[in-house]
């Protein structure tokens, strides 16, 4: 039988959900745990990777058991897991059912502050210079017109495409910070993070909105702006379609 999982995780101390050959992941702590408790070897597929230090808000993976009381296992995982790492949900899903192939969209949220702030400083990106929060608004938009995002990639990396269909990019205001919210059907690596990088330089005036795209005709990662750190960002919701999402 298959079922997701529906989990969060402050992803500070890890190095990305994948599992990784000498470094802690999320993966690796889950199947663990999971493996510990169901007594029995379980692999996790999981919607998608982070990169190290990257946090999740929702995130899911699937898994396969001969059975399982899915109640008893959020209690006795949660009390099992590390403090840093959460389940929500546990539920069954069709034998076809697919983490990551059938997700429908991505949203991420990137954090940033513009004063001095004890309770985000792992948790948000200070920048001290005021921004335009307008014109990188505009540059934002700018995203939407385009679906090959190649110049905003890790270099090196082994994705077959680097089309992506944007579909909100937008900064917003909220009490204690600035958010950036991007929602797409799927993410390069880096991407999010090179994508507020080069926001960035237009809110402090150092490129016009419209650079935004000359960079990305260029698919050239070197004119796109700096990464900004990972304790940013945060993956907030994963989509897909209701027939698997609807359970009891």
Known sequence: MRYFVQFSYDGSAYHGWQRQPSDVSVQQIMEESFSTLLGRSVELVGAGRTDAGVHAREMFAHFDVAGC???DLV???????????????????????????DALERTYEYWVVQEKNPFLFDFAHYVRH????????????????????????????DVKTFLCDIRRAQWEKKPDKWVFTIVADRFLRNM????????????????PPHFVNDVIKSGNR???????????LYLTKVLYPKTIMLHG
């Open 69 to 71: 009381d899915t109640d």
């Open 75 to 101: 209690y006795r995982l949660n009390a099992f897991l590390p403090k840093d790492v959460a389940i929500k949900d546990i539920f069954q899903v069709g034998e076809t059912a697919h983490a990551r192939f």
């Open 130 to 157: 005021p921004l335009d929060i307008e014109k990188m608004n505009e540059a934002a938009h700018i995203l939407l017109e385009h679906t090959d995002f190649e110049c905003f990639s890790k270099s090196r990396t």
């Open 192 to 207: 999010v993070r090179a994508v507020v990088g080069t926001l960035l330089e237009v809110g402090l005036g150092k490129n």
């Open 222 to 232: 070197s004119m796109a702006g700096p990464s900004v750190p990972a304790k940013g």
